[in-house]
């Protein structure tokens, strides 16, 4: 199960860290990694780390959005700064091999 959370309606320019827990997969083992959808398009990867903590990024994202991970607590974060507009979307967790059941996500909304 991957329960995001953390969302919410944030000005541009803005900040925001979203959490996700996860549970029912050895996570500690797992590249993990954040994704979007927007209204209209389609599910996009935004940020992933590996099971060693590397890290990268969408090129939309890239040095605005961090990606960690705590592995004793099974959880992977995002800190989101400088928000756009464009970044209004629901975002997911998910692994990045063998993807499980999406979740709810939680919803960001930009407000420009």
């Known amino acids: 199960q991957l329960q995001a959370s953390g969302g919410g309606l944030v000005q541009a320019g803005g900040s925001l860290r979203l959490s996700c827990a996860a549970s029912?997969?050895?996570?500690?083992?797992?590249?993990m990694g954040w994704y979007r959808q927007a209204p209209g398009k389609q599910r996009e990867l935004v940020a992933r780390?590996?099971?060693?903590?590397?890290?990268n990024y969408a090129d939309s994202v890239l040095g605005r959005f961090t990606i960690s991970r705590d592995n004793a607590k099974n959880t992977v974060y995002l800190q989101m700064n400088s928000l756009k507009f464009e970044d209004t979307a629901v975002y997911y967790c998910?692994?990045?091999?063998?993807?499980?059941?999406w979740g709810q996500g939680t919803q960001l909304t930009v407000s420009s």
């Open positions: 998910n692994k990045i091999v063998g993807v499980r059941s």
């Open positions: 029912g997969f050895a996570f500690s083992i797992n590249d």
């Open positions: 780390i590996t099971n060693g903590g590397n890290t």
